[in-house]
């Protein structure tokens, strides 16, 4: 195998620009053509029982079992070197006979274990014993773009449910069929996660499940449910109906209510099934929303969240339909809505004056019902006029529209609302319908996401991702106003001594208060970011090598004089930075590398110092 510092250096020139998934694909394969392992992978962890891995990116495309010797590892949260007898502790790794392995888990934030980075070769004894701890910023690195991976993908999936179930109470409130709903539901959800196979059983008059929307299934297996009559032990779905709780069969070969449909099962290719109650309002069960896999499966916190925002979403859209049917008129229809439903509806003249209100909107609002029908929409809508209102509510089709808008209370307070409004004809005079949504929490929950796919939640200063960022946009200022910029590359001395002698807790607080130190000395117009587990990096717009230098001799002198406590210790560290400043023919890449040179030579130079690089090393 090549030298380990060689290896080590050369990571870092093909991986400094690169960030995200990017950066997770260059690793892999870096470490593949570098080291010269036959295999390489990095996964992630699943959040169910088993814990089995998905592999996210690899350097070949054969298959890669679950059962890696890492997998039994993840908490000691330690790195794992094995030079032979991997064939014991790797029993499914079918004709490969795998000799050596390197693997490393990759941790979050807060040292939880997201997955692992391993590599495998059928040679004994390949891999260097000093390769572990030379490879360990990569690893750190690799942990933080992870988890930046995963936050940004857990919000794009909200933001998509969020979307589907907006557009679906659009069409519900526009008059589109409920079966159609119903069906547009499953498909979009079948869409998103392939996976699922899902199903919708709704009660009949005879209290008997019929399905209604199972596109993935096999009719022959639907027509067995036609009149199914629910029960304590039958299924998933007659049991999740008889017990108004939700029912998951994990493995539909062993769980006791599926005993005698044990056969159907089989013949059908059904490994699981997570039924979820349809319960309005009122504690009314319409049936059951159930998802289906085609192995045994159990479901994950995202998938138990997914089935109870569908369930919620299908009950709200069976309880308007039979609230529908039970009033005699139109006028006793929107009444009847106008005082049930959970969103605050309201119907307005065209001039923008509250004809009627729901209790709900009353609550929302602060406002009394008489007082809001002597009111007009500009009164509740901060920034508005009332030539303003008069043109949004002329411009509403009866095609309706769904828009987020701010609401004023009685009281001042400011309320974010997603709003829904169409034309109607109401006593021969056109009116709008509208329907308005409290949503302050999930948009201060969109706040809270978005702040922590930027910031870095340990030291408050940017994340990796954003100073990246923030670095291309600086640079081309420079570049553009021919003013200098500088670039300082920040690593704590023997920081890993820390965490080994007084654990993560006071390597915690000790990178807490550097973030702290280098908030207080840097100027507004300065980034500071968090790259690594204890590598920062600043930007310095405005100043040329020598001032650079000097500052960061000042950030030396400050963090040498910072005293944290841990417990009963009192902490004392230091640190090394690297120097460079923007050159004619720099870009970021470049520039973060030469900064990153003048790091190690500080190192190499005895630590406790900054070193600036005018020029690239030779």
Not at 262 to 274: D, I, V
Not at 317 to 341: G, K, V
Not at 391 to 416: I, M, P, W, Y
């Amino acid at each position: 195998m090549p030298d380990p510092d060689r290896i080590r250096d050369a990571l870092l020139l093909h991986s400094a620009s690169c960030i995200g998934k990017k950066y997770l694909q260059q690793l892999v394969s870096q470490l593949a053509c570098l080291t010269g392992a036959e295999r390489v992978l990095l996964s992630q962890r699943s959040s169910g029982p088993h814990r089995q891995l998905q592999v996210l990116f690899a350097n070949d495309a054969a298959g890669t079992p679950h059962a890696l010797p890492c997998n039994c590892q993840f908490d000691n949260r330690q790195p794992l070197l094995l030079g032979r007898g991997l064939r014991q502790c790797l029993p499914d790794a079918g004709q490969q006979a795998w000799q050596s392995c390197l693997a490393w888990p990759l941790l979050d934030g807060d040292a939880h274990c997201l997955g692992h980075l391993a590599l495998l070769d059928p040679r004994p004894n390949f891999f260097a014993p000093e390769l572990p701890a030379l490879l360990q910023p990569f690893i750190e690195r690799a942990g933080a773009e992870l988890e930046q991976l995963q936050q940004r993908e857990k919000l794009a999936r909200r933001q998509h449910w969020q979307l589907l179930h907006s557009d679906i109470l659009r069409q519900n409130a526009q008059g589109t069929p409920l079966d159609a709903l119903l069906r547009t539901v499953v498909q979009q959800i079948e869409l998103a996660l392939p996976e699922w196979r899902c199903s919708i059983l709704l009660l009949d008059s005879r209290g008997r499940l019929q399905p209604v929307a199972g596109p993935s299934l096999p009719s022959a297996y639907q027509q067995r449910l036609v009149g199914l009559a629910p029960g304590p032990m039958v299924g998933s779905c007659g049991a999740a109906v008889w017990h108004a709780k939700r029912v998951v069969a994990e493995n539909l070969q062993l769980h006791p209510n599926w005993a005698p449909y044990r056969e159907l099962a089989a013949r059908f290719e059904l490994g699981s099934c997570w039924s979820e109650p349809l319960i309005d309002s009122k504690g009314t069960v319409h049936g059951t929303f159930a998802v289906y896999h085609r192995t045994p499966s159990a479901p994950t916190p995202q998938a138990i969240t997914i089935l109870e925002d569908t369930a919620r979403l299908l009950a709200l859209l069976l309880e308007n339909q039979t609230i529908h049917r039970q009033l005699d008129s139109r006028s006793q229809w929107y009444r009847a809505i106008l005082q049930n439903a959970a969103d605050g509806l309201s119907i307005i003249d065209m001039n923008g004056r509250f004809l009627e209100a729901s209790d709900s909107l009353c609550q929302m609002l602060g406002y009394s019902l008489d007082e809001l029908l002597h009111m007009h929409l500009w009164q509740v809508v901060p920034g508005s006029t009332p030539q303003s209102i008069r043109q949004r509510l002329a411009a509403t089709g009866e095609d309706g529209e769904t828009f987020e808008s701010v609401n004023r209370t009685k009281h001042g307070a400011l309320l974010d609302v997603e709003v829904s409004a169409r034309r109607l004809m109401l006593d021969g005079q056109p009116v709008i319908w509208g329907s308005a949504r409290d949503i302050s929490q999930r948009k201060a929950l969109q706040r809270i996401l978005e702040q922590q796919a930027t910031i870095d939640a340990l030291t408050g200063l940017f994340n990796r991702p954003t100073l990246l960022a923030r670095l291309e946009t600086q640079l081309q200022l420079a570049q553009v106003q021919h003013a200098p910029l500088s670039v300082l590359m920040l690593d704590l001395d023997h920081f890993k001594q820390i965490n080994d002698r007084y654990g993560h807790h006071a390597g915690d607080l000790v990178l807490a208060a550097l973030g702290d130190a280098l908030e207080e000395v840097l100027r507004e117009s300065d980034v500071a970011g968090r790259i690594g587990g204890e590598e920062f990096c600043l930007l310095l717009p405005g100043l040329g090598l020598h001032e650079a230098l000097d500052l960061a001799e000042r950030i030396i002198d400050d963090i040498s004089e910072l005293r944290i406590q841990s417990g009963h210790h009192i902490l004392a560290i230091t640190s090394s930075i690297g120097v460079a400043c923007l050159q004619a023919d720099d870009d970021s890449r470049t520039l973060l590398a030469r900064a990153d040179s003048a790091l190690y030579a500080a190192k190499a130079a005895g630590r406790h110092r900054a070193v600036a690089l005018s020029a690239d090393p030779p």
